[in-house]
């Protein structure tokens, strides 16, 4: 999976899981990679938070019980040296069977071995070696870390494992259709668990004596796929999705809860300096001495209380959600994680007029002081508000002061 989704995935994933363990054995779980980070760089005020991320996540898949993650570009995005104290803090079953060093180690376990009804499973980890998988972990790890051909790096490994492992998974992160090379050059892999396209399939790909499956994205779905191994019954996947109906699992989310106040204290500071900063009047204050009906329309809008509405859901120390839910998130005046104006939440005026700083000092011009539907197009973007521009009217009405 990736992250996209946030964390309302995960304790959805634990609920499934937990249920499903009460009448069957034999589980196996595994991931193929891209689980800690979204983005290949990080703003540097947020790289505190998405350690703290990074390593709740971990926490949260020891909770739940993980055999393997394959390691994703994403994954390294802080750092290999990083990755690796986590790995190593929280005994973690990463696996790649060909990242290595300049030296051309390997630098995690190429495979794990699981017995699971007392048959064994082997679990190894593919990278893909096209350019631009190639290319994207150059960038990210500065070159610390070299992708051998999968192919030969799966056949090493099926071949160290024959006579050992009744069942081989390889977990891959590459573009799909490389997916199919593999299963066509490798004999004796029996399934991939495809991961970094974001495709998902409902059922099996069959490629040979070789079932390809993915789960798609963000974590919306948990993909589910029963094998018997003496082969009595049709392979079945599922992709289940993980949405309102399936109930929140307590214990994750008493961690993420956790992991919350962690990260308001952060960037907030303690819960009494978040309280009196909260008081500081807000920046449209600074606009009403002059315009004071565009302040009163303003506040009867839905931009009002846009902060408010992530504080709802205990998001507002997120900086993906910040950055529509802020004024001029990250730009110069505007609000950034580092400080937290709390005069800055919510979406305000200078969220559409531009930065009012001059205006306001010595009446210079407002740099935008006729905005256009590009730039509500901004936040409110297809897959949030998919009528938005169809209903141009009716939006700017709303807002119209
Ligand atoms: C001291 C009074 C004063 C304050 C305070 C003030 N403005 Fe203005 N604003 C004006 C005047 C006067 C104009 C009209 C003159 C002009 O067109 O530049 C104006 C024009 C504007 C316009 C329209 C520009 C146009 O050409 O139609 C916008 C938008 C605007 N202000 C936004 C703001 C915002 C946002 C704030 C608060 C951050 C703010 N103003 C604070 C006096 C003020
Ligand atoms: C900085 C990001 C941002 C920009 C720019 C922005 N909006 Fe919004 N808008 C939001 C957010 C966030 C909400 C939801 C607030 C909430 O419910 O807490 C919202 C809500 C709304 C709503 C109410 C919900 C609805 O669909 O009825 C309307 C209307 C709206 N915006 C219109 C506009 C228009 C028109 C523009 C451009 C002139 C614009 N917005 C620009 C972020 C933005
Ligand atoms: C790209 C800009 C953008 C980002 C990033 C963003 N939002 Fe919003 N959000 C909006 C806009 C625009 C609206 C109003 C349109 C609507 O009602 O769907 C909105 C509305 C909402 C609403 C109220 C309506 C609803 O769907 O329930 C919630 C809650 C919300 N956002 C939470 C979040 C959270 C949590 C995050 C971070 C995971 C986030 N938003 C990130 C732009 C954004
Ligand atoms: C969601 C985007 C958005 C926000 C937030 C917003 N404006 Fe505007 N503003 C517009 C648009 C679009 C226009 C031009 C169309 C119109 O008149 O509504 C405009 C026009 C104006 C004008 C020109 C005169 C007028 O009233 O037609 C002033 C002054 C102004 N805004 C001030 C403000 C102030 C002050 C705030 C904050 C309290 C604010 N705006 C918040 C989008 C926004």
Excluded at 118 to 133: C, F, N, P, R
Excluded at 173 to 190: E, F, L, P, S, T
Excluded at 380 to 385: G, L, N, Q, S, V
Aim: aromatic share 6%.
């Amino acid at each position: 999976m990736d992250t996209g989704e946030q964390l309302g995935g995960l304790y959805k994933k634990a609920t499934h899981l937990n249920q499903y363990r009460k009448d069957h054995t034999g589980l196996v779980i595994v991931d193929s990679g891209d689980l800690l980070n979204e983005e290949e760089e990080l703003p540097e005020s947020v790289i505190e938070s998405a350690k703290l991320k990074a390593e709740l996540i971990l926490e949260v898949y020891k909770t739940i019980g993980i055999d393997a993650v394959n390691v994703g570009e994403l994954d390294l995005v802080l750092g290999l040296d990083y990755l690796k104290e986590l790995e190593k803090k929280h005994s973690f079953p990463f696996v790649s069977t060909n990242l290595v060093d300049a030296d051309d180690k390997p630098v995690f376990e190429r495979y794990v071995l699981k017995k699971v009804n007392g048959k064994t499973v082997a679990i190894m980890g593919l990278y893909g070696d096209t350019s631009e998988m190639a290319g994207k972990l150059a960038d990210i790890t500065g070159g610390k870390l070299n992708v051998q051909d999968p192919i030969k790096a799966a056949e090493a490994v099926v071949a160290e494992v024959s006579g050992k492992a009744d069942y081989v998974i390889a977990l891959t992160h590459q573009i799909a259709n490389r997916d199919w090379v593999i299963a066509r050059r490798v004999k004796g892999i029996h399934l991939i668990v495809g991961g970094h396209d974001k495709l998902k399939n409902q059922d099996p790909q069959v490629a040979g004596d070789t079932l390809i499956v993915r789960a798609g994205e963000k974590g919306q779905y948990l993909g589910m796929i029963e094998v018997s191994l003496d082969g009595s019954q049709e392979p079945a996947n599922t992709l289940v999705p993980l949405g309102d109906d399936v109930a929140d699992d307590a214990q994750i989310k008493e961690m993420i809860a956790a992991y919350n106040d962690k990260v308001a204290e952060m960037y907030g500071g303690s819960a009494e300096e978040r309280t009196a900063s909260a008081d500081v009047p807000l920046r449209v204050e600074a606009c009403a001495p002059c315009h004071s009906s565009q302040v009163a329309q303003w506040k009867t809008t839905d931009h009002a209380k846009a902060y408010a509405t992530l504080a709802g859901k205990s998001k507002q120390y997120d900086p993906k959600c910040l950055s529509c839910h802020t004024v001029r998130f990250e730009q110069p005046n505007g609000f950034n994680m580092k400080e937290q104006q709390m005069a800055l939440v919510n979406v305000q005026c200078e969220s559409c007029h531009g930065d009012a700083t001059e205006h306001l000092a010595s009446m210079k011009p407002i740099p935008v002081a006729d905005p256009q539907i590009d730039l509500c197009l901004k936040c409110h973007t297809e897959d949030r508000c998919p009528e938005f521009e169809e209903e141009k009217d009716i939006v700017f009405g709303k807002i119209k002061h």
